[in-house]
Nanobody
């Protein structure tokens, strides 16, 4: 079983950047696809990006702005978010991809206009 903890959210102005981190534990973490998901106000939780080994996948609305990366030695999956927009405001979660039933608390990202 994989245990994941998100960190790195905060308040930033539009056009700014944030880097989120997902720290994982568990024997299978390094071999699992790990994804970032988000829930923005008034919307269902949605897929943002995922990584398995070196293969990455992105939602259309973040392509060219967000980059997912993995440090297997540290069991961390990061999400570098650039050119942030107010529409990116929400709670960001990491989970396996496809996601398991358990969701952590996530980390709040707020982008001001």
């Amino acid at each position: 079983q994989v245990h994941l903890v998100e960190s790195g959210g905060g308040l930033v102005q539009a056009g700014g950047s944030l880097r989120l981190s997902c720290a994982g534990s568990g024997r299978t973490f390094s071999s699992q696809a790990i994804g970032w998901f988000r829930q923005t106000p008034g919307k269902e939780r949605e897929f943002v990006a995922s990584i398995k080994w070196i293969t990455t996948s992105y939602a259309e609305f973040v392509k060219g702005r967000f980059t997912i990366s993995r440090d297997s030695a540290k069991n961390v999956v990061d999400l570098q978010m650039n050119s942030l927009e107010p529409e990116d405001t929400g709670v960001y979660y990491c989970n396996t991809d496809p996601p398991g039933n358990y969701w952590g608390q996530g980390t709040q990202v707020t982008v001001s206009s």
